[in-house]
Nanobody, 121 residues
Framework: QERLVESGGGLVQPGGSLTLSCTAS??????????LNWYRQAPGKERELVAS????????NYADSVKGRFTISTDNAANTVYLQMNSLKPEDTAVYFC????????????WGQGTQVTVAS
């Protein structure tokens, strides 16, 4: 069964850093071929796309709110996608979700369970 499992959330002070990890298991394909995304959802707000890597691409896309502070990367040998978050702000507080879509399967949409990131002093 396909699964995405996130880890790495927690409490951090403003200006601090955290790295989130998301490991894919049960898939027959490598993460290199997947569309990989990190979303977040703050209380009372809609889920928003934070960063993404298109399938088999060197392109990295970021929301304007995190550009220059967050970095999405992968270790395809380990089927893991990371979100390195630097210079964190209180407004980055949210539940962060890993998402994977398989371009060759219409409607495929896999989500992790979410990990809480809280930025507070």
């Amino acid at each position: 069964q396909e699964r995405l499992v996130e880890s790495g959330g927690g409490l951090v002070q403003p200006g601090g850093s955290l790295t989130l990890s998301c490991t894919a298991s049960g898939f027959t394909s490598s993460t290199y071929l997947m569309n990989l995304n990190w979303y977040r959802q703050a209380p009372g707000k809609e889920r928003e796309l934070v960063a993404s890597i298109p399938s088999a691409s060197a392109i990295r896309n970021y929301a304007d709110s995190v550009k220059g502070r967050f970095t999405i990367s992968t270790d395809n040998a380990a089927n893991t996608v990371y979100l390195q978050m630097n210079s964190l702000k209180p407004e980055d507080t949210a539940v962060y979700f890993c998402n994977a879509r398989l371009p060759w399967i219409m409607g495929s949409d896999y989500w992790g369970q979410g990990t809480q990131v809280t930025v507070a002093s």
